[in-house]
């Protein structure tokens, strides 16, 4: 929340480089030296900045090499965590002489270092309340960045980006931001999956919700054999009437029926394009850049203003900044409902396959495609991802 206080945002903002600069460099009789170990791809090579001596990241070719192999491999819809780590240990590679194992592979993946950050990076993090350091002029489609956990940021920087920093890094990146972000976007969407994992009885779990409160529904199998979907609010104290005796089969029938018409009207795989290639991404963005000119000039108008007018451009700025807020909410889902080319290719072929394709690539398609779906009493409402 901005307040009176903001004319002191530039005095912050050198507050934070400060930070930046103390987390990441210690002093010695030599000068700044870098600390810890480089990221796998790169070797530190002595530099002279500003007249500090210090080091900067430097490609390593042969583990750069790599690390560009690994991004291209899980940038695939269909590579896992397991594919990757099984590729590396069959060819004997080591990374810091050891054998890549999923915690390190993660982390790989999921570090800005590597990535050539342009404004299409710069408006990720934003969307995800990571502090940015670094003006948007810096994001040139060359440079990685540091990613530093925030001081008061309440999770882990590699499980959640709010409230952490981020800067522009001296060195070059290794893969394309366009890269590294379907490799991001795509560890975000299999977290969300894996949370649905338990999933045995419908391919429709984690999506059928109760038309009258909203609660998820249960399919549970009686003595015929037959599952029918029941309210596990009104299962658990009778406070919802339920949505009457529905078979789960016949849900999964209607909903497969639906996805087909769905397809067939047009929502084919060609109609999915780059994520900054959707027109509501583009107007989003040009929205969020509209209200960062708007606050960028009345903060300047603060100069020499008397106490009416301070009090106006305050009020102004927190309602800007509260719609702001509100625009990168709806960027970021729009980044999570986001679905490649190739994987509606795949959604478009597993729907042709359908009684050939096993439950968990009915539970890929089914997520894919659909947000939500309420059962009602004699109908089926499916809210659809596009």
């Known amino acids: ?16 480089q400060k930070r930046v600069s103390d987390a990441y460099y210690s002093r ?46 899980y940038e695939q819809p269909d590579t896992s965590y397991g594919d990757i780590t099984r590729y590396y240990a069959e060819k004997g590679v080591q990374f810091y002489g050891k054998e890549l194992i999923r915690s390190m592979l993660a982390q790989l993946l999921r570090n800005p270092v590597y990535v050539r950050a342009d404004m299409d990076v710069y408006r990720f993090f934003r969307s995800h309340g990571t502090n940015i350091v670094s003006s948007p002029e810096q994001f040139d489609g060359i440079h ?25 890094a001296p060195h070059e990146g290794l893969v394309s931001s366009e890269q590294w972000l379907n490799c991001r976007i795509k560890l975000m969407r299999n977290k969300t999956i894996q949370a649905n994992r338990k999933a045995v009885n419908t391919w429709l779990a984690g999506k059928v919700k109760c038309g009258n409160c909203g609660y998820a529904l249960m399919s549970i199998k009686i003595q015929s ?57 583009k107007q989003i963005y040009r929205e969020i850049e509209e209200m960062e000119k708007e606050i960028s000039l009345l903060v300047d108008s603060l100069a020499g203003a008397g106490e009416t007018l301070t009090d106006y451009i305050n009020q102004r700025v927190e309602e800007i900044d509260q719609m702001h807020q509100l625009k990168l909410e709806k960027l970021s889902v729009l980044a999570e409902n986001h679905a490649t080319p190739e994987q509606m290719e795949k959604v478009a072929s597993n729907i042709s396959l359908w009684g050939e394709i096993d439950f968990e690539e009915k539970r890929f398609t089914v997520d894919k495609m659909i947000r939500s779906l309420k059962v009602f009493p004699g109908s089926v409402q499916i809210q659809w991802k596009f």
């Open 225 to 281: 054999g037959k599952q029918y979907l029941r309210c596990t609010k009104r299962l658990n104290n009778k406070a919802c009437p339920g949505c009457g005796k529905v078979y789960t089969e016949d849900v999964e029938n209607y909903v497969y029926k639906e996805m087909v018409r769905k397809l067939r009207e047009g929502q084919s795989p060609a109609t999915y394009t780059k994520l900054n290639e959707n027109p509501q991404v």
């Open 28 to 73: 010695s009789q030599k000068g700044f030296r870098m600390g810890g170990k480089p990221p796998y791809g790169y070797r530190l090579e002595e530099i002279l900045m500003e007249g500090i001596h210090t080091k900067k990241l430097v490609e390593e070719p042969g583990e750069a090499a790599i690390v560009r192999e690994i991004f291209d491999m």
């Open 144 to 168: 990685g960045c540091y990613l530093y956990q925030g001081r008061d940021a309440q999770t882990d920087k590699l499980q959640n980006l709010k409230g952490h920093m981020l800067v522009v």
């Open 1 to 16: 929340m901005l307040n009176i206080c903001i004319v002191f945002a530039q005095l912050e903002r050198e507050t934070i």
